[in-house]
């Protein structure tokens, strides 16, 4: 396990990206909330320092992030940064798990806390063709060392890989943010609408890859497209002869095999498991908005054109 993962729960079986705890079931909100290690605050304390004749001062609009379970500075912001506890993101997510639409998959901290998520699993998934199911998952996640807004995303995830699918469909919302401010708060209730999208998200998401599905797509397209998706780099030639090989004789693509899906498919298996990162955290983090994702977009981009 990477050392930048500190803690990490999965419901029921190791997730695609290596990482966390395993349990059993998906779990209630206080049980997930300590299944992933989360059950911590942060508090805004003042920043000090020395003036030349050696008197502690105050510096002005700057507050330390400091973690109540430890005592760890987690980072510095300026005066208007309002936290945002887990267990605000949990009751965020409570919405959605008590009124059974969603359940709890995992959750957890990297980076030694400076960075959290949850992902809750939408009940129903979509059936592409009748011949490749997708799951459709929420995820949310912060940070508590001010370089990150409150983001909530909609992920697809193929069942028969578990690859993600984070596609940009056209005039459907797939992601909402909100900064740490005063009005954090106030405006969490949003989200619930914004929320409410992400059902518009998976028609449109249904309709854009059953199009791809239904649309032939050759070895030697494939090839072609390659040339242009992918930067001329001292491993370009293997990592194309690996996304090629697996568009032709993938066992996860045999039942999508020579279409456009399959395509983009491939090359989302190459950076979701094929691919060797440094860490396993930053193969975590890729395809949620690394490599991984902006490559994806631009292999969707290049097969609508």
Known sequence: ?????????????????????????????????????????????????????????????AQAIVRDSDEKVLGVVGNKYVPFQNR?????????????EAKYETAGSLKGGKLVWLTAKLPNHVSLGGVDDVEIYILLWTSHDGTKAITVDVTPIRVVCANTLNLAVERSKRRWSIRHLSTVHSRLGEARTTLELTFKYVEAFQTEAEGLLAQPFTERRMSNMLDVL?????????????????????????NVRGTKWAALNAVGEYYDHLRAPRTDQSKFMGSWTGVGMKTRQKALTLLNN
């Open 1 to 61: 396990m990477s050392h930048l993962v500190e803690t990490m729960f999965s419901a029921r079986e190791v997730p695609w990206h290596g990482l966390g705890t395993v349990v059993p079931n998906v779990l209630t909100a206080q049980e997930a909330i300590k299944a992933g290690g989360l059950d911590w605050d942060v508090e805004l304390r003042p920043v000090y320092t020395n003036n030349l004749k050696g008197n502690r001062i105050r510096i002005p609009k």
């Open 230 to 254: 992918l930067p001329n780099k001292p491993r370009t030639g293997t990592v194309k002869g690996t996304i090629l090989e697996n568009f032709v004789e993938g066992p996860t693509l045999d």
């Open 88 to 100: 605000d993101a949990f009751q965020f997510f409570d919405n959605l798990v008590d009124s059974g």
